[in-house]
């Protein structure tokens, strides 16, 4: 059973910094996509950033050039580094995992992680 758990989580002041992590239970490069989405109170999830194998990375216009999305096959895990945070990034974030197979796609998802930031 893929799982994927996340830490790294908690409160900061505005501008300050924070590097959340998903560790994932068997080699990152089984995973077609992972990446970060986050929900805040009383609005739909959203995608933060992403890696897709063999394309890239993607990130959410509003944290570009603030956040940075990594991974270490070392380590079978996804990095999710924020700078110059905001308080509208307040939410709750989740790290995902895609498996492309020859039958089915599956998603993957972290139980969330609170991030807050006060202004």
């Known amino acids: 059973q893929r799982q994927l758990v996340e830490s790294g989580g908690g409160l900061v002041q505005a501008g300050g910094s924070l590097r959340l992590s998903c560790a994932a239970s068997?080699?990152?490069?089984?995973?077609?996509?992972m990446g970060w989405y986050r929900q805040a109170p009383g609005k739909q999830r959203e995608l933060v950033a992403n890696?897709?194998?063999?394309?890239?990375?993607n990130y959410k216009d509003s944290v570009k050039g603030r956040f940075t999305i990594s991974r270490s096959s070392a380590k079978n895990t996804m990095y999710l580094q924020m700078n110059s945070l905001k308080p509208e990034d307040t939410a709750v974030y989740y790290c995902?995992?895609?498996?492309?197979?020859?039958?089915?796609?599956?998603?993957?998802w972290g139980q969330g992680t609170q991030v807050t930031v006060s202004s």
């Open positions: 890696i897709v194998s063999g394309s890239g990375t």
């Open positions: 995902y995992a895609v498996v492309v197979g020859t039958k089915a796609t599956t998603d993957y």
């Open positions: 068997e080699s990152i490069f089984s995973f077609n996509t």
